[in-house]
């Protein structure tokens, strides 16, 4: 069982970079798969990427490819989310789960974070 806490929103502009941080209580960090989604009001809360254990497998979403990078160090229980060339619509509340198995659904994650905000500036 882990206890995700997320860490570093905040408010920038456009094309600017920002990284989230998720410290996961636990011994059993390195066996989770690690995910980042986000939430927009009023919309569903959407996968935006994850990472294997091992961390030599990492999976994102087509609207954040190439600007996004998901990185892990299971020695600190900490999984990170490097994000640049921020757009106005990357705005959302940004939550760290864990899962047993790999999957790109919000409802196959069993751990979450209490979220954390990050607002884009045009």
């Known amino acids: 069982q882990v206890q995700p806490v997320e860490s570093g929103g905040g408010l920038v502009q456009a094309g600017d970079s920002l990284r989230l941080s998720c410290a996961a209580s636990?011994?059993?960090?390195?066996?989770?798969?690690m995910g980042w989604f986000r939430q927009a009001p009023g919309k569903d809360r959407d996968f935006v990427a994850a990472?294997?254990?091992?961390?030599?497998?990492?999976y994102y979403a087509d609207s954040v490819k190439g600007r996004f990078t998901i990185s892990r160090d299971n020695a600190k229980n900490t999984v990170y989310l490097q994000m640049n060339s921020l757009k106005p619509e990357d705005t959302a509340v940004y939550y760290c789960?864990?899962?047993?198995?790999?999957?790109?659904?919000?409802?196959?994650?069993?751990?979450w974070g209490q979220g954390t905000q990050v607002t884009v500036s045009s």
């Open positions: 990472i294997r254990w091992s961390g030599s497998s990492t």
């Open positions: 789960a864990a899962t047993n198995r790999y999957s790109i659904y919000a409802r196959r994650y069993d751990y």
């Open positions: 636990g011994r059993t960090f390195s066996s989770y798969v």
